[in-house]
């Protein structure tokens, strides 16, 4: 069974929104937080957004506060990140996580989850 499978990515032009989903087993869903990565061609991964279960309390970097929002909905197994005023930086592949190792550090640490869906690419133009 894919414990994460994300959904959503595409193109559009600057300025534009998208929305992005990530489905995932039950006892995936049910880790401690679920988060967004992305990736740019030859850097590492960074921390885009992250949501706690229980409180549901959200973390961004600071690039994408006010434009991004991540949410969850119980009642799928699946949670979103709602992308507006897409700029071309915002342009990588963008994958969910989940499973935090405990005392794993920052909620953006790329080291600090065990799983990793397979990603979706977003490409933004100018």
């Known amino acids: 069974q894919v414990e994460l499978e994300e959904s959503g990515g595409g193109s559009v032009q600057t300025g534009g929104s998208l929305r992005l989903s990530c489905s995932a087993s039950?006892?995936?869903?049910?880790?401690?937080?679920m988060a967004w990565f992305r990736q740019f061609p030859g850097k590492e991964r960074e921390g885009v957004a992250a949501?706690?279960?229980?409180?549901?309390?959200?973390y961004y970097v600071d690039s994408v506060k006010g434009r991004f929002t991540i949410s969850r909905d119980n009642t799928k197994n699946t949670i979103y990140l709602q992308m507006n005023s897409l700029k071309p930086e915002d342009t990588a592949m963008y994958y969910c996580?989940?499973?935090?190792?405990?005392?794993?550090?920052?909620?953006?640490?790329?080291?600090?989850?065990?799983?990793y869906g397979q990603g979706t690419q977003v490409t933004v133009s100018s």
């Open positions: 996580a989940a499973n935090p190792i405990p005392h794993g550090g920052s909620w953006a640490s790329p080291l600090g989850y065990l799983t």
């Open positions: 039950r006892d995936t869903f049910n880790s401690n937080s």
């Open positions: 949501i706690t279960r229980l409180s549901g309390k959200t």
